[in-house]
């Protein structure tokens, strides 16, 4: 007698697939291929560090697995690409601590990465394998850089960035956290440098006005639009008693009246001419202690702060002298860094007002058009991208001998990282490419602009890099051609698999998300691509949780290898089908060991089913079941409700071992079971000899035999009687059936005035 071995089964299949590679497609579909309908599904591509995959990354890609697997049964030219994040600080600082390169540890991370993959059957086409930090992909991430220099949406200037003193590199303010590093936990401060940008702003409002397009979840479309943070309203300039000006942004311009006080923001540049001899010491203290802050926190902050700056300016409503301040709750970034208290209207105001004792007075509305001058303006800024790292992709820039930027000539491209023998940044905090110094200088060609000669010009290259979200802001193009050596991307490979059909995450709600779709914005008005959105379909799910439902993380020992699931002898097949069985996708789960065994039980009685079992029954017998299943699972893999696909499988295999079963039974049962435990199902289908296209359900199977009918008596419910589906055609014979039942005889007894028959409804009502 057999009996299930997952292991046996899996690598038996997994050797299968890998020799005859069938999830491999072509850039451009040719033949009976190039008439299917397509559908490319991806996951946010991991970083691909030692300790390898979770189960959490388990979650993420065993999604996109059933998905590929149940488009590809139907009968779809379905792409399903893979690719790896691999630039950032967590090989470099690898790199600092144990002297080995972040090239050989991401080699070896990938290799481990792709192994781990490969044992838990994803059904991914492997020749169409990324890595960002591969000159042959990292050649196109600056080639990118490069139209948006030309087009000025890449710039350089001076800004107060956070600054870690000790992983020396500039943060994202995501990236700090209760005023510190994310990553190695020390106290960050603020460091004015200058840094590269580019200027999302300029697609802020097409961003904005095509989020509720999007199939994407709402709470996430939410978040995007709050981070761009759209404002209408008017700068109102206020003069200031020392004979200067300040220009204030409000959304409530009729409310000037009622501004008792003005507050600028601590990094607000034109402060130290606001500033009296009095308080600038006091000022300066209270700024730098504010600047030690996120703006997430100094947002959140329930106790409000400030510093009077020893300076007044005019109302120019009211002519009346009001007082400047100085807190954290106004941002330099929001409109121009100073804002007109109003504290009758605006709770922060009120607030703020409360604590320093300053004046509350009520507010005449008024036509403001004689104050101020309309404005829009947005909470978000252009996004940062330069980065003080050795490992990430050169920005391709050099400077002359005055230090003016040239783009580096495309033909030079790529600009690939010297090997350096000390990792550390420099002791001005550049990173460890400005220790190397032959790579340094380079010769670029420069049109003399007087004769029209060129001639060649030493210039220094720039030693940042770029932001790890520019290499993902274009990747899932390059998944089209991803070894075209012409151009980033395949123009025909992409007008036929693109936009991506679905995509699916659960981190990068905001940044990766905005930076792709302002990206494929511009790519698009530039000719290089057919469409403006590059994702049709977003699945954001949950995570999975350690079992005490804390996240898991590797400093607190409660990371589960998948690879030790597998190897515990439940399979790959086991581990993929508990992940989405553990609960709804959007949210998220604890790990639960019993739970697991609970599935290797089920997938155990379905191999039982198929290898122990005599299938005598006639293929009608156990039709209704059957049909009935097909649908629900269909249906809840359209929708991503996996879990109760799975629990209706649960239940199918329930309802066989009560029946004799027919081959017509298992072979549903092992197509229905592909998306989530490939391994096992193949091997019941090929017992079965059956093929694996998606089975279609008979909607005469599904009619009932019985319904329950509501009745009531004056819109009461006074019962509910089974009848015979058919019944439901004859109405005289019906009312003639209920008006008889004992229920209703006691309402019915002293005679009626009419009945009420609502057959769609299934319902039939009495008036007594």
Same mark, same amino acid.
């Given at each position: /007698? ?95 601590? $144990?002297? $080995?390169?972040?090239?050989?540890? $991401? ?81 960050? &401060? ?19 006005? !095509? ?5 994407? #979840? ?48 601590? &990094? ?39 510093? @009077? ?35 009758? /209207? ?53 400077? %002359? ?8 000539? !495309? !033909? ?38 007087? =004769? ?9 290259? &720039? =030693?940042? =890099? ?34 991506? %059909? ?15 779709? @302002? ?28 079992? %005490? ?27 993929? $089908? ?99 435990? #490939? ?19 008979? &909607? ?40 008889? %039942? ?27």
């Amino acid at each position: /007698m057999e009996r299930y071995d997952p292991i046996r089964i899996e690598e038996k299949w997994q050797q299968k697939w890998e020799t005859e590679k069938p999830y491999q497609v072509e850039d451009v579909p040719t033949g009976t291929k190039a008439k299917l309908p397509k559908k490319m599904i991806a996951e946010m591509f991991p970083y691909p560090s030692g300790a390898g995959l979770h189960v959490g990354h388990v979650r993420n890609f065993t999604i996109v697995d059933v998905l590929t697997r149940f488009y590809v049964q139907q009968g779809m030219n379905v792409m399903r690409p893979f690719g790896y994040d691999t630039f950032g600080l967590p090989a470099e600082n690898y790199a600092i601590k $144990t002297g $080995t390169s972040p090239k050989e540890a $991401t080699a070896i991370n990938i290799a481990n990465f792709r192994k781990q993959a490969k044992r838990l059957g994803y059904a991914i086409d492997w020749d169409r394998e990324i890595n960002t930090s591969s000159p042959e992909y990292y050649k196109w991430t600056q080639w990118c850089f490069l139209q948006l220099y030309k087009k000025g949406l890449a710039y350089r200037k001076e800004s107060y960035q956070w600054w870690c003193p000790v992983d020396q590199t500039v943060l994202a303010n995501e990236q700090v956290e209760d005023g510190k590093c994310w990553r190695c936990g020390h106290e960050v &401060e603020k460091k004015k440098m200058k840094q590269w940008f580019f200027k999302i702003t300029e697609y802020a409002d097409e961003l904005l006005d !095509e989020i509720d397009a999007l199939d994407w #979840p709402e709470k996430i479309k939410t978040m995007q639009k709050n981070w761009i943070g759209k404002s209408v309203g008017a700068e109102i300039e206020f003069d200031i008693v020392n004979g200067t000006k300040l220009t204030v942004f409000t959304t409530r311009p009729d409310t000037i009246k009622g501004a008792t006080f003005l507050v600028v923001a601590p &990094e607000y540049t034109g402060l130290k001419y606001i500033v009296t001899d009095d308080t600038r010491e006091e000022v300066e203290k209270y700024c730098a202690e504010a600047l030690k802050k996120s703006e997430v926190e100094r947002q959140e902050n329930k106790e409000k702060t400030g510093v @009077f700056t020893g300076s007044y300016a005019v109302n120019p409503a009211t002519k009346e002298k009001i007082p400047i301040w100085v807190a954290d709750y106004v941002l330099a970034g929001y409109g121009t860094g100073a804002i007109m208290g109003v504290p009758a /209207m605006d709770e922060r105001d009120r607030e703020f007002a409360e604590k320093m004792n300053l004046p509350v007075v009520e507010v005449e509305l008024v036509d403001f058009g004689q104050y101020g001058t309309p404005k829009t303006t947005y909470k978000m800024r252009d996004w940062l991208i330069s980065r003080q790292r050795y490992w990430g992709c050169p920005i391709p820039i050099v400077y %002359d001998a005055e230090g003016n930027p040239h783009p580096i000539p !495309e !033909e030079q491209l790529p600009v690939i990282i010297p090997e350096v023998e000390d990792y550390q940044p420099d002791s001005s905090g550049r990173s460890a490419l400005a220790k190397a110094k032959d790579w340094l200088k380079v010769e670029i060609p420069v049109k003399d602009a007087k =004769t029209g000669e060129t001639h060649m010009e030493t210039m220094t290259r &720039e =030693t940042d =890099t770029l932001d790890g979200y520019a290499c993902s802001s274009w990747y899932l193009w390059r998944y089209a051609s991803p070894h075209d050596t012409e151009a980033a991307w395949d123009a025909e490979a992409i007008k036929y698999w693109e936009p991506v %059909d679905i995509y699916v995450g659960a981190d990068h709600a905001v940044a990766h998300l905005l930076y792709v779709r @302002f990206w494929c914005k511009f790519f698009a008005d530039m000719g290089f691509l057919p469409f403006r959105e590059p994702i049709k379909k977003l699945i954001y799910h949950g995570y999975i949780n350690a079992p %005490d439902g804390k996240k898991m993380s590797k400093s607190k020992g409660n990371v589960i290898d998948p690879l030790d699931v597998i190897n515990d002898g439940y399979g790959a097949d086991t581990l993929r $089908t508990y992940e989405m069985f553990i609960g709804p996708v959007e949210l998220d789960a604890a790990w639960n060991p019993r739970s697991v065994g609970g599935v290797y039980r089920f997938l155990n009685r379905c191999f039982n089913l198929c290898f122990q079992n005599e299938k005598t029954a006639k293929a009608d017998d156990n039709a209704t079941v059957r049909n009935k299943t097909i649908k629900k699972v269909t249906e809840d893999i359209y929708k991503c409700n996996f879990n109760t696909a799975v629990a209706a499988l649960m239940e199918y295999v329930n309802e066989l071992y009560k029946v004799v079963v027919s081959r017509e039974d298992l072979v549903v049962l092992a197509k229905l079971l592909k998306p989530f435990a #490939p391994h096992l199902a193949s091997e019941m289908l090929e017992k079965l000899e059956a093929t694996d296209e998606w089975p279609e359900w008979d &909607e005469k199977y599904l009619v009932e035999d019985t319904v329950e009918l509501v009745v009531q008596v004056n819109g009461k419910l006074r019962a509910n009687i089974a009848i015979e589906a058919s019944e439901l055609d004859d109405e005289k014979s019906l009312l003639e059936k209920v008006l008889k %039942d004992e229920k209703i005889q006691k309402y019915v007894k002293d005679g009626y005035k009419k009945t009420i028959f609502v057959k769609k409804a299934k319902l039939v009502n009495i008036v007594v």
